[in-house]
């Protein structure tokens, strides 16, 4: 079983930063893989990014790849996302997820709350 709660949303302007985190709870948070969607109102939830358990692999959606950067802290049981360069298309609920490199919702095993980002014009 594992836990997973997000922090760090808010609202910034357009080409402003955000880092999301989102803490995992359990002994088995290691073994997994974790990706990061979002969903934006009125719209399908959508992937993001994925790393790997071991952190070695990581893979974006194109409309992220140069901007944003998913990293994990083990020992912290920690997944980030780094945004950068942020545009209002960006503005969605942010969601962590743990399970397999897919960017198929339906396959993930854990999800979070949701945090949500706003970003302005």
């Known amino acids: 079983q594992v836990q997973l709660v997000e922090s760090g949303g808010g609202l910034v302007q357009a080409g402003g930063s955000l880092r999301l985190s989102c803490a995992a709870s359990?002994?088995?948070?290691?073994?997994?893989?974790m990706g990061w969607f979002r969903q934006a109102p009125g719209k399908e939830r959508e992937f993001v990014a994925h790393i790997s358990w071991s952190g070695g692999s990581v893979y974006y959606a194109d409309s992220v790849k140069g901007r944003f950067t998913i990293s994990r802290d083990t020992p912290k049981n920690t997944v980030y996302l780094q945004m950068n360069s942020l545009k209002p298309e960006d503005t969605a609920v942010y969601y962590c997820?743990?399970?397999?490199?897919?960017?198929?919702?339906?396959?993930?095993?854990?999800w979070g709350q949701g945090t949500q980002v706003t970003v302005s014009s």
């Open positions: 359990g002994r088995t948070f290691s073994s997994y893989g």
């Open positions: 997820a743990a399970g397999p490199r897919t960017v198929v919702s339906a396959r993930y095993e854990y």
